[in-house]
């Protein structure tokens, strides 16, 4: 299955829950370890074209398209520069990413689920590698100061020791009673009112199902079954690969929320998560807003958006809004 195709047909999952595409995995450039060849480079880079990213992320729109402002390669520079990252080639044409000054511009945060499914995946990837080569100037080996290689898909140092990007994996996960409810919580930092899925990171040693059952009975003191992955979404604040899942829980368990880290947990049914989601509308913030959560190292703080995708649970009709065929940011 293509890139193209993946990024058009919805996941179909074991425990019967059906949900978007997540809107940072819609890209569909051809991201082939054989257009990195340098020879190819060389030749292809007339025809290129260059994403200039700031160093905030920030990026320029067409005016009047909602695409993304690129610009021919030989205008930036007779071959690639030092630090351009190849995101792909989109049509038979390369696509890479500086960095550069940028007014007026919107970051990925913001922009998203608004992008088209190509351009939304380049700039996911230039966010990524970006953020990745401006953390990792030094090998993490001998120290030594390293450059990048491999088309900005790997840095070196003088002792020939390669670094690759890292991702650090991450759960995000819905629990459900197998009926019409889930469970929300929320941080102690985050206002009143906001309300996410349990998320957390993956330990070392430990598998995506295992940190599931272990992250929701930390934060909450519910033990689940049943884990059944939804799908997966890159979320480059600053290296987190989010993964989906759906686990039940007993009907109306006790939620115990952890100190310092929950500061409450409620189940909510179908009604209840409804009436939020018409309060949010009436008050004048689109839901859909909720795709762009404050700056955060920690996967919750982006889980909010998930309540917003689109979810049916087994053997039901949709949750109300839920069914909008508009891409969210739903990790």
């Not at 051809?30 to 007339?46: A, F, K, V, Y």
């Not at 859909?288 to 909010?304: G, H, K, Y």
């Amino acid at each position: 299955m293509t890139a193209r195709q993946l990024s058009s047909a919805p996941p179909a999952t074991p425990a019967g829950f059906v949900i978007g595409i997540p809107a940072l995995s819609r890209g569909n450039a051809d991201r082939s370890e054989d257009l990195r060849e340098p020879t190819r480079i060389g030749q292809e880079w007339m025809r290129a074209r260059v994403l200039t990213v700031a160093g905030n992320g920030t990026v320029r729109l067409e005016p009047g398209t909602g695409r993304l402002h690129t610009t021919d390669a030989l205008a930036v520079a007779d071959q690639p520069p030092s630090g351009a990252v190849l995101l792909g080639a989109v049509d038979g044409v390369d696509h890479w990413a500086v960095r550069g000054e940028v007014l007026d511009g919107a970051g990925l945060r913001q922009l998203g689920a608004l992008l088209p499914d190509t351009d939304a995946g380049l700039l996911t990837t230039a966010t990524a590698l970006l953020t990745w080569h401006a953390a990792a100037g030094f090998c993490p080996r001998c120290g030594l100061p390293s450059t990048p290689t491999t088309a900005g898909w790997s840095r070196i140092c003088a002792r020939g020791h390669e670094e690759f990007p890292r991702t650090d994996p991450a759960v995000i996960v819905l629990v459900y009673d197998g009926a019409d409810s889930i469970v929300l919580a929320r941080q102690p930092i985050w206002p009143a009112g906001r309300v996410s899925v349990l998320a957390g990171f993956v330990e070392a040693g430990e598998s995506l199902e295992g940190t599931v059952v272990r992250e929701v009975l930390e934060e909450v003191g519910v033990h689940v079954t049943d884990v059944s992955y939804l799908g997966s979404q890159p979320w480059p604040f600053p290296r987190s690969l989010m993964v989906g899942f759906a686990a039940r829980a007993e009907p109306g368990a006790p939620l115990r929320p952890r100190p310092g880290e929950i500061e409450e947990a409620q189940w909510f049914d179908r009604a209840a998560v409804r009436a939020m989601i018409a309060a949010e509308n009436e008050a004048g913030t689109d839901v859909d807003r909720w795709a762009s959560p404050p700056a955060a190292s920690e996967p919750s703080a982006a889980a909010s958006a998930t309540v917003s995708s689109a979810i049916r649970t087994p053997g039901s009709k949709a949750i109300g809004p839920f069914t909008s065929s508009k891409p969210r940011i739903w990790f």
